[in-house]
Protein backbone atom coordinates (compact mmCIF):
# COMPACT_ATOMS: atom_id res chain seq x y z
CA UNK A 1 0.00 0.00 0.00
CA UNK A 2 2.80 2.37 0.93
CA UNK A 3 4.38 1.86 -2.53
CA UNK A 4 1.11 2.79 -4.07
CA UNK A 5 0.77 6.59 -2.20
CA UNK A 6 4.52 6.95 -3.21
CA UNK A 7 3.51 6.65 -6.64
CA UNK A 8 0.46 8.67 -6.54
CA UNK A 9 2.87 11.56 -4.69
CA UNK A 10 5.37 11.29 -7.25
CA UNK A 11 2.21 11.56 -9.83
CA UNK A 12 1.20 14.70 -8.30
CA UNK A 13 4.59 16.30 -8.04
CA UNK A 14 5.38 15.40 -11.49
CA UNK A 15 2.37 17.06 -12.89
CA UNK A 16 3.65 19.86 -11.25
CA UNK A 17 7.27 19.80 -11.83
CA UNK A 18 6.75 19.55 -15.52
CA UNK A 19 3.99 22.42 -15.57
CA UNK A 20 5.93 24.92 -12.96
CA UNK A 21 9.25 23.88 -13.01
CA UNK A 22 8.71 23.64 -9.31
CA UNK A 23 6.79 21.52 -6.34
CA UNK A 24 4.48 22.23 -3.87
CA UNK A 25 7.35 21.86 -1.02
CA UNK A 26 3.47 21.29 1.35
CA UNK A 27 3.44 17.79 -0.30
CA UNK A 28 7.02 16.63 -0.06
CA UNK A 29 6.75 17.85 3.39
CA UNK A 30 3.59 16.12 4.78
CA UNK A 31 4.96 12.68 3.05
CA UNK A 32 8.43 12.80 4.32
CA UNK A 33 7.06 13.62 8.06
CA UNK A 34 4.41 10.39 7.24
CA UNK A 35 7.77 8.35 5.51
CA UNK A 36 10.15 8.96 8.53
CA UNK A 37 7.72 8.30 10.93
CA UNK A 38 6.02 4.89 9.25
CA UNK A 39 10.32 4.36 8.91
CA UNK A 40 10.90 4.72 12.38
CA UNK A 41 7.83 2.91 13.65
CA UNK A 42 8.75 0.06 11.13
CA UNK A 43 12.63 -0.33 11.38
CA UNK A 44 13.48 -1.31 15.14
CA UNK A 45 17.42 -2.35 14.26
CA UNK A 46 19.59 0.35 14.96
CA UNK A 47 21.68 -0.97 12.18
CA UNK A 48 19.06 0.31 9.89
CA UNK A 49 18.84 3.83 11.17
CA UNK A 50 23.02 4.42 10.90
CA UNK A 51 23.07 3.19 6.99
CA UNK A 52 19.77 5.24 6.81
CA UNK A 53 21.55 7.96 8.00
CA UNK A 54 24.96 7.32 5.71
CA UNK A 55 22.47 7.40 3.09
CA UNK A 56 20.72 10.54 3.50
CA UNK A 57 23.29 12.52 4.28
CA UNK A 58 25.09 11.19 1.09
CA UNK A 59 22.20 12.34 -0.55
CA UNK A 60 22.32 15.58 1.27
CA UNK A 61 26.01 15.93 -0.15
CA UNK A 62 24.80 15.52 -3.91
CA UNK A 63 21.76 17.80 -3.13
CA UNK A 64 24.60 20.67 -1.47
CA UNK A 65 27.15 20.10 -4.79
CA UNK A 66 23.78 21.21 -7.04
CA UNK A 67 23.12 17.50 -8.67
CA UNK A 68 19.37 17.54 -7.39
CA UNK A 69 17.27 20.62 -6.26
CA UNK A 70 15.64 20.63 -2.30
CA UNK A 71 12.20 18.86 -3.95
CA UNK A 72 14.25 16.07 -5.49
CA UNK A 73 16.49 15.50 -2.30
CA UNK A 74 12.86 14.53 -0.65
CA UNK A 75 11.91 12.89 -3.35
CA UNK A 76 14.76 10.32 -2.80
CA UNK A 77 14.99 10.19 0.79
CA UNK A 78 10.93 9.73 0.94
CA UNK A 79 12.02 6.27 -2.03
CA UNK A 80 14.30 5.26 -0.25
CA UNK A 81 12.85 5.28 3.31
CA UNK A 82 9.40 3.58 1.92
CA UNK A 83 11.39 0.80 0.23
CA UNK A 84 10.16 -2.35 2.39
CA UNK A 85 13.39 -4.58 1.99
CA UNK A 86 16.67 -5.18 3.18
CA UNK A 87 18.83 -2.14 3.95
CA UNK A 88 21.41 -3.75 1.14
CA UNK A 89 18.15 -4.13 -1.30
CA UNK A 90 16.75 -0.91 -0.69
CA UNK A 91 19.95 1.21 -1.32
CA UNK A 92 20.47 -0.57 -4.64
CA UNK A 93 16.98 -0.02 -5.25
CA UNK A 94 17.37 3.34 -4.77
CA UNK A 95 20.31 3.44 -7.44
CA UNK A 96 18.39 1.81 -9.68
CA UNK A 97 15.98 3.77 -9.50
CA UNK A 98 18.02 7.04 -9.73
CA UNK A 99 20.63 5.76 -12.29
CA UNK A 100 16.76 5.13 -14.44
CA UNK A 101 15.75 8.59 -13.94
CA UNK A 102 18.92 10.10 -14.65
CA UNK A 103 19.47 8.18 -18.07
CA UNK A 104 15.46 8.85 -18.56
CA UNK A 105 16.38 13.05 -18.16
CA UNK A 106 19.33 12.38 -20.84
CA UNK A 107 16.98 11.15 -23.42
CA UNK A 108 14.09 14.30 -22.48
CA UNK A 109 17.07 16.60 -21.99
CA UNK A 110 18.20 15.57 -26.21
CA UNK A 111 14.58 15.28 -27.03
CA UNK A 112 13.10 18.40 -25.34
CA UNK A 113 14.29 21.89 -25.96
CA UNK A 114 13.07 24.59 -24.20
CA UNK A 115 13.87 27.77 -23.66
CA UNK A 116 15.66 27.24 -20.34
CA UNK A 117 17.01 23.84 -21.53
CA UNK A 118 15.81 22.73 -18.51
CA UNK A 119 13.88 19.29 -18.22
CA UNK A 120 11.49 18.56 -15.34
CA UNK A 121 13.43 15.48 -12.59
CA UNK A 122 10.01 14.35 -10.90
CA UNK A 123 8.67 12.29 -14.02
CA UNK A 124 12.21 10.74 -14.62
CA UNK A 125 12.19 9.98 -10.67
CA UNK A 126 8.53 8.30 -11.12
CA UNK A 127 9.44 6.44 -14.20
CA UNK A 128 12.56 5.17 -12.39
CA UNK A 129 9.71 4.20 -9.76
CA UNK A 130 7.45 2.83 -11.20
CA UNK A 131 9.73 0.66 -13.53
CA UNK A 132 11.38 -1.12 -10.84
CA UNK A 133 8.02 -1.34 -9.09
CA UNK A 134 6.56 -3.58 -11.98
CA UNK A 135 10.04 -5.21 -12.17
CA UNK A 136 9.47 -7.61 -9.29
CA UNK A 137 11.98 -6.18 -6.88
CA UNK A 138 10.09 -4.16 -5.09
CA UNK A 139 7.49 -6.64 -3.28
CA UNK A 140 9.19 -9.28 -1.02
Do not use: W
Amino acid sequence: MLEIITFIYLCIQSYYDSKYMKVPIFINNIMLIVSLILYIIDKTNIEYFIISIFVIIILYIMYKFHMYGSGDLKALVIIYLNIRAEIDTAIFLLLCVMLIANIILLIFHKIIKNKNNRVAYFPCLTIGYFLIMIGGYYFE
